[in-house]
C-alpha cells in the first residue's frame, strides 16, 4: 500500500513536477459540461492520481471578455473550451494560444477526424484548437402539435410554412388560447440572426451564407436570395415567429421553445438530453432542415467544432496539453457524448441513447457543413455585423420590395468587404 | 385647509393606490412567478393568487453554475457585511479627518479626488479596477471585492455634514482639557455619532448587498459571486429557468426589503440628507 | 517641522493624517489610480493595452471611436433618453411628491412612502430581472393586462420603437422613490404661511402651488435634477439585464456599448468612451451646479 503511494507520488512528481495540482478550464457549457468536465477529471486521476480537474462555466458573452482579459494580464486558465469561431475571436485578441498541431501529432490514434475537421481547427496557420466535439443542428418539430393539426414532419419550406400557419391558428397545444407561433427563432446579436440563417442556407443545401472562399458576396444569387427572402419574410410578412423575437437571443429562444410557445425550432445535439427528459419530455421529432430545391439536397447542419485550446501563459502549460489531448480518448469522448450529446469518435457507444440522441451520434441525417469564413477572411465577423445590422433594419422596418433590398444589401456589402480587406 | 371636499380626497387617495400598486405590484408577480410552473404563468399571466404551491423551482435552483445557493448567500452576506462595517469605519475616520482639519495639506486634493472618483461613470470605473485588481494581486479575491466595495459617495456625505454640525466648542473645550485626539473621538464624538453611524451602517448594507458589477468583474470564478450575480448568471446558452429567475430575485430582494421595513424611517431620511448634502 | 510649532500640535497633525490614511489609500487605490489607468489605456492599441509595455497610439482610439457609426448613435440615443427620463422622473416625482404632502393625504402616508420606497433599495438586477418578463409578450402581465382592459398591445422591449420607453418605465419604477423623498424633504421645509397668505390675497391653488410653493422647490429641483441627468447618462444594469442593447441597436447606450467592446478585448476604444462619457458628465454637473447656486432676482 505505502510503496503504491510512494510510486504514485513519484510519478505525479516526475510527470508534472510538482504533486497535488489543479488544472483550470472555462467552458460555456452550464451544468451539463460542469458534469463532464467533472467525470472526465475522474477518469484522467486514473493516471494522473493528483491532478484535479475544476471546470468554471460562464455565459457566452461573459466568456469572451474574461479569458482575453485573463490570457492579457498573465493570470490565464489552464485551458479554454468553446465553438471554434469563438476561439478564433480569443487568438486574434490576445495572439497567445499554444499551437496545438505538435500535440495532436502525439495522440495514436485520429483517424476519425476529417480534413474539414482539422482545417476549422487551424487559424492564421496554426492549429489553435484540438477539435473535440463536432456541433450538429437539425430541425425540430413538436410531435404533438403536428399530430393536433393533422400534419407530417415538414419536409419542403413549403410543407413547413403550411405547419406553421395551423400551428398560429389551430391552437396545437389545446389551451383554448391564441398564444403559439410557427417558429422559434432569434435575432438580437449579429451572431444569433446569421446564425438563424446559417441554418436556412446550409439546411437547404447551399454552401455559402453572406461570402464565399474567394471573397465573392453571394447573398443575391438567385438561390441564396430566394433563402434569404423567406427568411426574412418569416419574421415580418408571415409573422411565424413571436413579435419580441427581433430583442430575442439564446435565452429568450428557448424560453419560447422550452415553454411550449412555437412548433418548430433549431435542435443542437447538445440540446437532446434535457429534451428528452424535461422541458420539451422527449415531445418532439428531430430531422432535417426543410428543402427550398429539388435539386439540393436538405441536411442537418453541422454547425463547426467545439475544441479545447491551451493558452501560452497557462499556468501548467504541459500538464494541460496532455489533459487536452486526453479530451479525444475513448473514454472522455464516451462522457462527452453522454453529458453533452456531441463527440468527434465514430466507435462510441450509442446505443443506449434514445433514438433522438441516436439521431445524431450516429449522424444519420443528411449533413452539410459550414463554410466556416472566420478562418478563411480575417474581416469576416466585421463583415458580419454589419450584414446582421442590415437584415435587422429590415426586419424592424421591412422594405416594399425584397428583392431591390436584397440586390441593394449585396452592393452595400460588397463595398463593405472591398473595405474591410484592405485595412 | 384640514376639511377639504370628500371627492377631491377620493381621487387622492386612488391616485395614491394606484402609484403604490404600480411600486409594489412586481414584488407580488415575482413571488408567484416564483411558486407557480411556468406552463401556469404563460396560460395565465395576471392571476394574483397562485393555484397551489410549486415548490420544485428551490431543487431547480440548489445549485446555480456548478455552485451552491448557500455559497452564494454565504458570499452576499459576508462581502456586504465585511465592506459594510469596513466602509463604516474607513469613510468615518476619513471624513472626521477632513471636516476637522481642512486646512492640511493634501486633504483638499483627497476630498476633490474622490468626489472624482464618485463622478466617474461607475460602470466604466470598474473596468479598469480589474487592472488594478490584477496588479496588486488582489484579482479574484474576497479582499478585492469587499475593499473595492468599501468606498462609497453617500456615507462619506452624511458622515460629512454630522461631523461639521458637532459645534467647534465642544471639541475646543475638551481639546483645553487636555485631551489627546483619539480621546476627542473616542469620548466627545462618538458618543453623539452614534444614530449616523447606524444610519450609514443600514444604508451601506442595502447599496452593498445591491451591487453586482464590480463583484462579476473582481471574481475568478462563481465562488465568490452573490446572489444578484448568480441571477445574472441564470441565462445561458442552454436555456433559461422563468420560475428559477424569479425565484432567485425573490431570495435577492427579501432580505433588503426586510432591512428596510425595519429601519425603513431611516433610511429614508439618511437617503435624503446624503443627498441634499451631495 | 518647525522648532517653532509645538509637540503637541505636531502630533495633532499626524493622528489626522493617520485617520484620513485609509480612506485616501482607497481612494487612489480604487478610484483615482483607476481613472488614469483608463486614461492612459485610451492612448494604447487594445492588443497590447494589458501587456507590460503597451504600445501608444495616441488619440487613434478616439478617432475612431468619433468615426464609429454605432457610437454616435449611441451617443445619441444616450442622450435622448437621457433628457426624457430627466422630465418623466422629475415631473412625476415633484406631482407625487405634492400629493403626497398635501392635506389631501392623511392616514396611510408612510404606507404610500415606504411603497414608493422600496424600488430604490431593491436590487437593481433582481427588479429588472422582474421587468424584463413583465414585459415578456408571452409570459409578461404588462400585455396581458392591457389585453384585459381592452387596450393596444404594448411592443415593450420588442419593438425599436418602444424599447426605449419600456426601459425608462423600469428605472422610473427603480429611481422615482429617491427624487420624491428629497421633494418631500424640501416641501416639508416650504413655509406654509406664505401659501396661507396668498390664499387670504385670493390667489387659487393653481396659482398658490406655481407662484409660491415652486420657487421654494428650487434646491430640490436642482438636486434631483443633477442627480437624474447623472444617472441616466450612465444607464447600464437596465440595459443589461432588460434589452442588451437592442432591438436593433434602439438602446444601445455609451455605458453600455463600451461594456460590449471591453468584453470584446477592444480596451483601448472602450475607455476612450469611457472618457469621452466622463467629460460630459462632469461638465453636465458642473453646468447644473452653477445653475443651480445662482439665485433667483
Redesign the interface.
Known sequence: MIKRLLASCAFAALATGVSAEELVIWHDLGDNGIAWFDAVGQEFAKTHPDVTITSVSYPTDQWYGRVISAINTDTAPDLIYNNYERVIRIETQTENLADMAGPLDAVDDTGFLTEADLNVASYGGKMIILPIQRVQMGFGARSSWLEAVGEEFPATWEDAKRVAGKFMTEDPDGNGEDDTFGFALEAANPRDLIHMLDLFIFGAGLRHTLIDPEGNIVIDAPEHAEVLKEFLKTFTEYGYVAPDTINHSFAEMYQVIEGGRAGMFRVGDWNVKKWDSEALEGDFIVGEWPAHFDDKENAVVIGGMRGVAVPENSPHKDLAIEFAQFLLSQPAQQLALENVGAAVRDDLAVDDLSERRQYFAKAQGNLNAYDFPESLHAFYPELEATYHRKLLDAIANPPEDWDAFISQTAEEMREEAAKLSQG | ??H?PLW??VI??A??IL??L??????W??LL?AFRP??A??????RLWPERLDFSVFRDIA?V??VSIWRYLANSVWITGASTILSV???A??????T??PD?LA?KA?RS??L??????????V??????M?K?GL??TYAGII??L??GPIQFFLFEQFFRSIPGEVIEAAIIDGA???QV?RLVVMPVAMPVVATVTIITF?LN??Q??PI?VIS???DTYT??VA???M??????N?QG??A???I??IP??L???LA?RR??QG??DG??K? | MSSMTPPVSANRVWVFYAFALPFAALTIIFGLWPIVLSFSVSLTKSATALRAEPIYVGLENYLSVLSDPIFRASLISTLIYTLASVVANVLFALGYAMLLHSTLIGPGRTIFKVAMFLPVVTPDLAGYAVWRWLYDQSFGAVNAFLDLVGLPAFGGIASPDTAMIAILIAELWHHTGFFVLIFLANLAICDRSLEEAAEIDGANRWQRKLYVVLPQMRPSLVINTVYAVIQFLKTFTVVVIITKGGPNGATNFVSYYAYRLFDQGRYGEAMAMASILFVIVAAVALVAYRIGDRRPS
Open positions: 385647509m384640514i377639504r377631491l380626497r387622492a387617495y391616485i395614491a402609484v403604490s404600480f411600486y409594489l405590484y412586481p414584488y408577480w415575482m412567478g411556468a406552463e404563468v404563460l396560460t395565465d399571466p395576471l445549485t453554475g456548478g469605519g474607513i469613510t475616520l476619513g471624513a472626521y479627518a477632513l476637522r482639519r492640511l486633504f483627497l479626488g474622490f472624482l472618483t464618485m463622478m466617474y461613470p461607475y460602470m466604466l470605473l473596468i479598469p479596477v480589474y487592472i488594478v490584477f496588486i484579482l479574484g475593499l473595492f468599501a468606498l489627546s485626539e483619539w473621538l442595502l448587498w445591491a453586482w458589477f462579476l475568478r470564478s462563481p446572489l444578484p441571477l445574472l448568471n441565462t445561458g446558452e442552454l436555456g433559461v422563468f429567475i424569479m432567485l430575485a425573490a435577492t430582494t433588503a426589503t432591512v428596510f421595513l425603513q433610511v429614508m437617503m435624503a443627498a441634499v451631495g
